[in-house]
């Protein structure tokens, strides 16, 4: 199975201290997402790393990816409260038929106390 | 530009039954796909449409159907109910244009199945 997992499985912070999430995969990718997910609600993309892309920023975001240990990591600067949510990586394969499909992990629970 | 919309937001249903959950996608995509959420399984894909043809199919029975209309919105049809059917079934479009294509996710349909 190509599916990501995420460590840990659950993650509880003070406001303004930073949020680190990892996440594992197993198979060759062309890239990978971060989504979130706040209460069994639908997912929000967050940000798009490319196979050939080390590191990405958006906003209070930093993404880096490490192909050869199969492995990416998102960390979320000076946390609010409101960032408490599900956390999910996806990736998409770079070979057979993968049209539409992402293979997600099972997300790291974040809780952001004010 | 709207975002995903999905309907119904909530169902109960009884074993045996059937559904239909819709999806519109995004003005301009022409790709849907479909996941389903559980507390066990996680995020899982079910397939995906593009013009109306599906182009990739996930390890779900023949009890999972679906199809996309020329307007490219989707419908999801799961017939003979089972209790294990109970999730959140997540649709997601995107331009269809290829691997790393970003999907963009509904809010859900919270399928419960008593």
């Known amino acids: 199975s190509q599916q990501g997992e995420e460590d840990p499985q659950a993650l509880s912070i003070q406001e303004g201290e930073n949020a680190t999430m990892n996440c594992s995969y197993k198979t060759s990718i062309n890239n990978l997402q971060w989504y979130r997910q706040n209460s069994g609600r639908g997912l929000v993309h967050l940000i798009l790393?490319?196979?050939?892309?080390r590191e990405k920023h958006s906003g209070r975001l930093r993404v880096t990816l490490d192909t050869s240990k199969k492995s990416s990591s998102l960390l979320i600067t000076a946390s609010r409260a409101a960032d408490t949510a599900s956390y999910f990586c996806?990736?998409?394969?770079?070979?057979?038929?993968?049209?539409?499909?992402?293979?997600f992990g099972r997300g790291t629970q974040l809780t952001v106390w004010p | 530009k709207a975002g995903v919309t999905q309907t119904p937001r909530y169902l109960i249903k009884t074993r045996g039954q059937q559904v239909t959950l819709s999806c519109s996608p995004i003005s301009g995509h022409r790709s849907v796909s479909w996941y389903q959420q559980t507390p066990g399984q996680g995020l899982q894909f079910l397939f995906e449409?593009?013009?109306?043809?599906?182009?990739n199919k996930g390890n779900f029975p023949g009890r999972f159907s679906g199809r996309q209309f020329s307007n490219s919105r989707s419908e999801m049809n799961v017939s003979t109910l089972e209790l294990g059917d109970s999730a959140l079934y997540l649709c997601?479009?995107?331009?269809?244009?290829?691997?790393?294509?970003?999907?963009?996710f509904g809010p859900g349909t919270r399928l419960t199945v008593l």
């Open positions: 449409y593009f013009s109306e043809t599906q182009r």
């Open positions: 790393i490319r196979s050939n892309e």
């Open positions: 996806a990736t998409e394969a770079d070979r057979g038929s993968t049209l539409g499909r992402l293979y």
């Open positions: 997601a479009s995107s331009s269809g244009q290829g691997v790393g294509d970003t999907q963009y």
